[in-house]
């Protein structure tokens, strides 16, 4: 009887054998003979022996190795695998904050002690479980943003070199070269279609596994976007960044199957991350494929699945925003807290020098949410010294909503604020650290919905089936009630989530 990882390895190579791309992301294959690393959908005419794969969880673990990138298939710009955002354990926490950029910005002895290990451990079970050290994954990073710039700007290999991570000219060269195979100049000319040095935006694709139902996704944004830092303007979703290097505006325009985005930032450093913040917010590494298998076949969402196979789990940009959203949000409707969100953003959110469009302010950070008069927020009083008591908590850094956070751990930190309940802990957690497997029980809209389906059952007891996905068959059940207008998840909460 064949093992396990042989069974695994037989499906791997029949995915290459088929040149299936759902697999794309998920896996990386590199090829012994040739020394080169490939997406299982490469379109190069020879297939690759068997006896030739080798098989690697990313593409830094491939690099690791000595394989450089295929220039066919480009197989570093394909979606990031799901296996990092559904997993909570310290390996896929290690790797969502290396794609934040905190090895960049903190190294490596900074990522081990904000997930409160020492580096060596890190290093060891980085190697042990994917086949590649912290310092590789972030190699990989930068190498991805050198390619981009190349690729889609005019900006000079130095200020390319810089902007990517790197300590020097030199490293730059020779990682673009082991990597890509190809000199920094040739990389260039591989595309004509660039930005001219000296114009502010970036142009880029953001690549996700189809099907993606946009409009649901737009019909959240729209619904919840707040004047002043964000807007939808037709299939163009727009709006500010925070970020390390300065303020930052992005736009992501819907196609029918693709989605174009456009980048201003500060510092050419902070574009990585950006485009990481979005990809959440857009739930763009998701794959339909694994989720409707599971969803699909339920006797009361698989029809609702079949019809919107694409719905997708909305993120936030970053914790901060999806906690004081939701804090807004308890107990009111969804207008009415766009509404307050819209002038406290008016009163205290930083203007932006170059006004977008509508939008023309950042987000209030922190420690300016922290600094508050109560009796300023135009808020219930409990709700305003809950808002106040969690925006104390992020500035002082004693709670964690960053993309490296344990989701079980935030979780509890939250119940233990006053005034936070268990509908404001789940609706975070869901945006804010991306869990795939969340049920928000109190939600009325979510009630409602199960009711019009014919849930019999207690909500709780039939999402048991919907495991490991129930944020998912939450998006679902929201899109089927709101229809045919925009989503509306926030509505009156249970008792236990007023304040007291």
Known sequence: MRSQDADQAEAWMVAVESRDARFDGWITVGVASTGIYCRPSCPTPVRPSRRHMRFFPTPASAQQAGFRACKRCAPDATPGSPEWNRRDDLVARAIRAIDDGMVDRSGVQG???????????????????????????????????????????????????????????RQFNDTVRSVFAASPTELRGRRSARTPRGQDWIS??????????????????????????????????????????????????????????????????????????????????????VINETLGVDPVLGPIVGSHPGVRSLGAVDGLDALIRTVVHQQVSVASGRGVLARLVGEYGEPLVDPVGRV??????????????????GLPKARAATLLRVATALAEE???????????????????????????????????????????????????????????????????????????????????????????????????????
């Open 111 to 169: 990522l081990a002690d904000h997930l409160a290990v020492s580096a060596r451990h890190l290093h060891r079970l980085l190697v042990s479980e994917i086949g590649a050290s912290p310092v590789a994954l972030a190699r990989a990073r930068r190498a991805k943003a050198a390619r981009i710039l190349i690729e889609t700007t005019e900006v000079s290999f130095t200020d390319v070199a810089f902007a990517a991570g790197f300590d020097s000219i």
């Open 204 to 289: 880029l694709r953001l690549p996700f596994r189809p099907p993606y139902d946009a409009d649901q996704v737009l019909g959240w944004l729209a619904s919840h976007a707040i004047a002043g830092i964000e807007e939808v303007d037709g299939r163009t979703y727009r709006r500010s960044l925070r970020l390390s290097g300065g303020p930052a505006v992005v736009e992501l325009t819907f196609g029918d199957e693709r989605i174009d985005g456009r980048f201003r930032v500060s510092q050419l450093t902070d574009l990585q991350t950006a485009l990481h913040r979005c990809r959440r917010l857009l739930d763009l590494d998701a794959d339909p494929r």
């Open 360 to 377: 023309g302010r950042l987000f209030p950070s922190a420690s300016t949410w922290a600094s508050l008069d109560a009796d300023s927020l």
């Open 398 to 500: 004693r709670l964690d909503l960053g993309p490296s956070a344990d989701r079980g751990k935030a979780r509890r930190e939250l119940l233990a604020v006053k005034g936070i309940g268990p509908w404001s802990a789940s609706i975070v957690t869901l945006r804010a650290l991306g869990d795939p497997d969340v049920l928000v029980a109190g939600d009325l809209a979510l009630v409602r919905s199960a009711a019009a389906l014919g849930i019999a059952e207690p909500l709780d007891q039939a999402a048991q089936r919907w495991r490991p996905w129930r944020s998912y068959a939450m998006h679902h059940l929201w899109r089927q009630y709101m229809i045919p207008t925009t989503t509306d998840e926030t509505t009156d909460e249970t008792t236990d989530e007023r304040p007291c």
